[in-house]
């Protein structure tokens, strides 16, 4: 194929050592005050590191990390298309208002009359979630994703409790989200695994072969992970709450749902959304998330405490709910992350249903230019993300890994690789809906160049990749004997 223009370059790019190798004895980078304390020398609580701290001057650290810096990829740099995790763009805009010094230096200790506006904007919040989602009632309380899903469960449980006694199994597909089975078993419950049909969705025969009087209810992510919307929702919701279960929904895939499906009208009595992912603001590292849970008016008595009420004299927290599974975060969540959402909302106004349907748009058309070079194993419509296999890549010996790291050369980051385990060699797309058509049609073109390459010249697949300031790593080795201390010598 022919060469074009790609954001991958081979220019300039700054190598750097590591900090131990940089210092020197005796260099100094800061200046402090006169101590009133005595000296006492660091050394002492290191002695057991090898090697110690190095010494380095201000301009040693200033150049290092702005040179480490630049080797780092994200959202700011290019497309990054990582399926199930919408790393979409963050307007600068949500930063300026998070970064008012009202809300910076406002402490979690202050008394209730000197944090109106921080609590008037989680009410307020609330109040947008539950409008976008068609659910009652919202907490703001779970710190990310997963966290929700553990919340949802509580809730679950609690519910049970008062109405119909223990109940122990929760139902959850196999195109779920794999911390799913992990934040049911975390409350007592035991996850009972559905399969998914040949449309890549859950069968309602198979919900009603598995429900019974000991079953809680089921964990849907709709869409799932195969990018697929769940069809038959409404009537597995039907079969679960006819046998006193309730629904609960991923909501982690929202950004294709924006103010077009209401919840509740589905079946879904629990949902939890991704501020960090769906609501534009910045994820990834380990953090901040923020993971909402929205539910029916019939479980907004078990939504976690303290919550944000509005009286007459203003905004205020009260724990007068006593059927509430109880506190689960020191003070109120992430809220840098709310107030990047709050603006976001705010930004889009009605244009938020415009978001979804670019992202599904835009999903479709790399999955349509595509599915003839990558197998595509689920050949229907998706929602915000599509999967493809390396099934025809195999043929030259050249797998899914392969392609991701080639993939970097071209100046894109990689899709989510081997996920959903469901789909052999998967490679999940999602290109959110900030992407312009000429961006996807650059990564449309480099895909395409890479089958190619596959075909005729694989030995460039499997030494990929070349262009990037570290080449390819022995994940094996690096995983089995990592080196987090600077001693370079090998394992003995």
């Known amino acids: 194929m022919k060469d074009?223009?790609?954001?991958?370059?081979?220019?300039l790019v700054m190598h750097e050592s590591l900090l131990w190798e940089k210092g020197k004895q005796?260099?100094?980078?800061?200046?402090?005050?006169?101590?009133d304390v005595e000296h006492y020398p660091l050394d002492k609580e290191l002695a057991r590191e090898n090697p110690p701290l190095p010494d380095l001057s201000e301009l040693d650290v200033i150049r290092h990390y702005t040179r480490v810096s630049q080797w780092n990829f994200g959202v700011d740099t290019g497309m990054y298309p990582l399926g199930s995790c919408t790393m979409k763009y963050n307007p600068k805009t949500n930063e300026k208002q998070?970064?008012?010094?009202?809300?910076?230096?406002?402490?979690?200790?202050?008394?209730l009359q000197m944090s109106q506006g921080a609590?008037?904007?989680?009410?307020?919040?609330?109040?947008?979630?539950?409008?976008?989602?068609g659910l009652h009632a919202v907490s703001l309380q779970p710190a990310a994703g997963a966290h929700g899903e553990y919340t949802g469960m509580r809730i679950f449980h609690a519910y049970h409790q008062d109405?119909?006694?223990?109940?122990?199994?929760?139902?959850?597909?196999?195109?779920?989200?794999?911390?799913?089975?992990?934040?049911?078993?975390?409350?007592?419950?035991?996850?009972?695994?559905?399969?998914?049909?040949s449309q890549g969705v859950i069968s309602p025969d198979a919900v009603k072969e598995n429900m019974d009087s000991e079953t809680a209810g089921i964990m849907v992510t709709n869409p799932n992970t195969l990018g697929l919307f769940e069809d038959h929702i409404k009537e597995i919701s039907e079969i679960i709450h006819s046998q006193g279960g309730l629904v609960y929904c991923d909501g982690a895939n929202m950004n294709a749902f924006l103010g077009i499906v209401d919840m509740q009208d589905t079946g879904i009595d629990v949902l939890h959304i991704n501020l960090h992912k769906t609501f534009s603001t910045p994820?990834?590292?380990?953090?901040?998330?923020?993971?909402?849970?929205?539910v029916t008016r019939e479980l907004e008595p078990y939504l976690p405490i303290p919550r944000v009420v509005k009286e007459n004299h203003g905004y205020s927290l009260s724990s007068d709910f006593q059927s509430s599974i109880g506190k689960l975060h020191s003070f109120y969540g992430n809220f840098g992350v709310m107030i990047k959402a709050y603006s976001y909302i705010l930004s889009m106004g009605q244009e938020l249903e415009k978001v979804s349907q670019t992202a599904v748009l835009n999903a479709n058309y790399i999955r349509q230019r595509l599915k003839e070079t990558f197998r595509l194993p689920y050949d229907r419509p998706c929602m915000h993300e599509c999967v493809f296999t390396?099934?025809?890549?195999?043929?030259?010996?050249?797998?899914?890994?392969?392609?991701?790291?080639?993939?970097?050369?071209?100046?894109?980051?990689?899709p989510t690789i081997y996920f959903p385990s469901i789909v052999h060699g998967a490679m999940m797309v999602e290109p959110t809906e900030c992407e312009s058509k000429d961006e996807i049609d650059r990564f449309i073109q480099a895909m395409?160049?890479?089958?190619?390459?596959?075909?005729?010249?694989?030995?460039?697949?499997?030494s990929a990749p070349h262009s990037t300031i570290m080449k390819r790593l022995d994940e094996t080795t690096a995983a089995r004997h990592p080196h987090l201390t600077g001693d370079l010598k090998g394992p003995e």
């Open 4 to 11: 074009y223009s790609s954001p991958g370059t081979t220019g």
């Open 26 to 35: 005796g260099k100094k980078g800061y200046s402090l005050p006169k101590r």
């Open 98 to 111: 998070a970064a008012l010094p009202g809300f910076t230096n406002a402490h979690p200790l202050l008394p």
């Open 119 to 133: 609590l008037r904007i989680m009410f307020e919040l609330e109040g947008f979630l539950a409008e976008i989602t």
């Open 163 to 197: 109405n119909s006694g223990t109940k122990n199994k929760i139902l959850i597909p196999d195109s779920a989200h794999g911390t799913n089975p992990a934040s049911a078993t975390m409350c007592g419950f035991k996850p009972v695994t559905l399969k998914s049909d």
């Open 283 to 294: 994820h990834g590292g380990g953090g901040p998330g923020s993971g909402p849970v929205c």
């Open 390 to 414: 390396d099934e025809l890549q195999e043929n030259y010996k050249v797998a899914t890994i392969d392609i991701a790291k080639r993939l970097l050369d071209y100046g894109f980051h990689p």
């Open 448 to 462: 395409a160049q890479i089958a190619w390459e596959a075909e005729d010249e694989p030995n460039l697949l499997w």
